[in-house]
């Protein structure tokens, strides 16, 4: 019996760490790395906000498939917009009296720009830009050529750029002008759809 409560003792002192420890913060010293020279202390713990943000991103699209694989169940709404010489058009996707998506195009003399915003509690949650650039401006010919185009991709959670991939790899920089840049789009649609 005395072995027996020896090795549950002696198991229990080698078992893994708790859940609490893991959670445990590290500090370092950002100047010189340098135990015992600490000059400035930080505070380095796990990066949680990551994990949630990967899981806001996965929720979001998920939302956003199955909304586009719903379409033909949701009220359509068509709009011509006079936003130019060009013109342009918004179509709509209604639930009862909330809007769940908008796809908007921008034509342009150089190229045309289409937008894709999959809103939820009326605010933009997922984002889908693409702007394709002509060799030729609209007016010289009707079959233009597309020069080159740009699609991005983002995820906004409260107005703010959780990820953004353009032309397939991811943007890590600049998130500040971008959400600025979304706000104002989304602002100008509702006016224009209005």
Known sequence: MFRLIIIAIWVMGCANPSVNNKLQQ?????????????KKKEVISTNISTEADS?????????????????????????????????????LYLSGKDTLKINITFYREMGKSVYVLY???????????????????IYISKDVKIDSTTVDKIVLRNNNVISWLQNGGEITKKYEEKEQEVRELYSEIQTLIR
């Open 26 to 38: 590290e500090v370092i010293d950002s100047n010189t790395l340098w135990p015992g020279n600490f």
């Open 119 to 137: 809103l939820r509690n009326s605010y933009p949650v997922f984002y889908i830009g693409t702007t394709f650039f002509y060799k030729e401006p």
């Open 55 to 91: 899981l806001y991103n996965v929720n979001i699209i998920r939302y956003a498939d199955s909304l586009d694989s719903k379409i033909n169940t949701l009220k359509k709404v068509k709009k011509n917009l006079d936003v130019s010489s060009e013109g342009g058009e918004a179509v």
